[in-house]
């Protein structure tokens, strides 16, 4: 079946847009979760959601990050007033439920100019 | 909080030889711990997984033994190949706390025929 999908592939902003990050996880997946890739940072966690509610926020970076999840399917990560320090791949991941094997998508490429 | 350190490389092997990346965690409790493998142009998978102490992750002719008295999960292979040259991460996730996976920082490994 389809995996993890993720939306734009690429995104190009300047410092000080806002932009939105798309994920379309596994059907049937309760569980989703974003990453960031960066070369200094590495792989770092951001969030997770278990159906449409985040109990777990604690690796958004700071207020200019947040994330929602409607119907309990996609979710949208939204970063507001970007700044050259974003530029990042941004993964999302689902599994079946809590616990069970993360499923990764192939990532957007954001860069902030 | 929880940690993981692996050799960042590149590790450069030829075709045939023995490979062993190291990890080594710093967690809390008994976490589950993972391989995740990301080759050229593809997203992360999972590569092996083991959720207790002296489980034995193996898949795709590579093994990683849970050590807790060590707090180590080192990959190995007897037999690398050309195919294997992908970037490997070390996980972990922690037990009762978040379900964000916790990660090295990623091992370059180039094999040459």
């Known amino acids: 079946g389809a995996g993890v999908s993720q939306s734009p592939s690429n995104k190009v902003t300047e410092k000080g847009k806002d932009v939105e990050l798309r994920c379309d996880p596994i059907?049937?997946?309760?569980?989703l979760y974003w990453y960031r890739q960066s070369l200094g940072q590495g792989l770092e966690f951001l969030i997770y959601f278990q159906g449409n509610s985040a109990p777990d926020k604690s690796g958004l970076p700071s207020d200019r990050f947040s994330a929602e999840r409607t119907g309990g399917s996609v979710s949208t990560l939204t970063i507001q007033r970007t700044q050259q320090e974003d530029s990042a791949v941004y993964l999302c991941?689902?599994?079946?439920?809590?616990?069970?094997?993360?499923?990764f998508g192939p990532g957007t490429r954001l860069t902030v100019t | 909080g929880n940690s993981v350190t692996q050799m960042e490389g590149p590790v450069t092997l030829s075709e045939e030889a023995f490979l062993t990346i190291n990890c080594t965690y710093t967690?809390?409790?008994?976490?589950?711990l993972f391989w995740y493998v990301q080759y050229p142009g593809e997203g992360l998978q999972l590569l092996l997984k083991?959720?207790?102490?002296?489980d034995k992750g193996s898949n795709k002719g590579f093994e990683a033994t849970y050590r807790k008295e060590t707090t180590s999960f080192h990959l190995e292979k007897g037999s690398v190949q050309v195919s294997d040259s992908a970037v490997y991460f070390c996980a972990l996730r922690g037990r009762g706390g978040a379900d964000g996976l916790t990660f090295g920082k990623g091992t370059h490994l180039i094999i040459q025929p």
């Open positions: 059907s049937g997946h309760t569980a």
């Open positions: 083991a959720t207790k102490a002296d």
């Open positions: 991941a689902s599994s079946v439920d809590r616990g069970y094997e993360q499923y």
């Open positions: 967690a809390t409790g008994y976490p589950s």
